[in-house]
């Protein structure tokens, strides 16, 4: 059975810093490529940043150079190193991956090209 569980998630002040985690089982991450995506409370789904198998990242404008994304093929796990945070970066956090997704620095895959996410966790940012 295929799972993607995120953790790392909590509460931070304005300017702190916060590494969320997507563990994989049932799959081989490395094999797939990985979006992280978030939701605000009223707010549509955004891309937050991907890793393609071979290792290219792409960054949503609000969080490229904040934000760095990840892997640990050894743990099956990527990584969003989440620095200098805003109370605009508030939202729950998911994780997804598709064995076909396509993420380069000129690619962003849509959200609904992915298959497999995870339940979410939550990160706010105080002012």
């Known amino acids: 059975q295929t799972q993607l569980v995120e953790s790392g998630g909590g509460l931070v002040q304005s300017g702190g810093s916060l590494r969320l985690s997507c563990a994989a089982s049932?799959?081989?991450?490395?094999?797939?490529?990985v979006g992280w995506f978030r939701q605000a409370p009223g707010k549509e789904r955004e891309e937050v940043s991907c890793?393609?198998?071979?290792?290219?990242?792409n960054y949503a404008s609000s969080v490229r150079g904040r934000f760095t994304i990840s892997r640990d093929n050894a743990k099956n796990t990527v990584y969003l190193q989440m620095d200098d945070l805003d109370p605009e970066d508030t939202a729950v956090y998911y994780c997804?991956?598709?064995?076909?997704?396509?993420?380069?620095?000129?690619?962003?895959?849509?959200?609904?090209?992915?298959?497999?996410w995870g339940q979410g966790t939550q990160v706010t940012v105080s002012s």
């Open positions: 997804a991956a598709d064995p076909y997704s396509i993420c380069t620095s000129y690619v962003f895959p849509e959200a609904k090209l992915y298959t497999y």
């Open positions: 890793i393609g198998g071979y290792g290219d990242t």
């Open positions: 049932g799959i081989t991450l490395n094999n797939y490529g």
